[in-house]
């Protein structure tokens, strides 16, 4: 009796804890997109890299994949000429408060989206972000800058 009481016990906390971490992803890339953007601008702003520095935190936002091409261009003699992500050198403080995005462009698992930077003709960079759900999750899997399309 005893063990079959743990047992439901058992069975009733990961049942329990499933939805949580369900809750997490996201039903539409859109607030992930946001959200990473948010965190990344502002973990820059900290003098941070979130690359090096936020594994974890980045793991909610990018596929391994991506993060594992990223960090072998980084190692590489020729290293990275650009910030991945913003497809710039540097970031313009304007950035940390005008983020925008696109709505998506999904076709099964994947999606399409475009993110504004900034919001004046001086100070505004435009990415195209390339999203998958991995494991019902949005995650970033490829940024690329607008004017460097390869479809």
Request: a negative charge; charged letters at 25%; one cysteine or more.
């Amino acid at each position: 009796m005893r063990m079959l009481f743990c047992s439901l016990l058992a069975a009733a906390a990961v049942a329990l804890h499933q939805p949580l971490a369900l809750a997490d992803c996201a039903s539409s890339p859109k607030p992930v997109t946001q959200a990473f953007y948010s965190w990344y601008l502002q973990t820059f702003s900290e003098d941070k890299d979130p690359i090096t520095d936020s594994v974890p935190e980045m793991k909610k936002y990018v596929s391994d994949s991506l993060i594992a091409k990223i960090k072998k261009q980084m190692a590489s003699p020729d290293g990275l000429e650009e910030d991945y992500f913003l497809k710039a050198q540097d970031y313009m403080d304007e950035w940390l408060t005008q983020i925008k995005v696109s709505e998506p462009q999904i076709k099964g698992s994947s999606a399409k989206e475009q993110v504004t930077l900034g919001s004046t003709p001086d100070t505004t960079q435009i990415v195209d972000v390339r999203m998958i759900k991995d494991k019902g999750c949005w995650k970033i899997d490829e940024v690329l800058s607008t004017t460097d399309q390869s479809d």
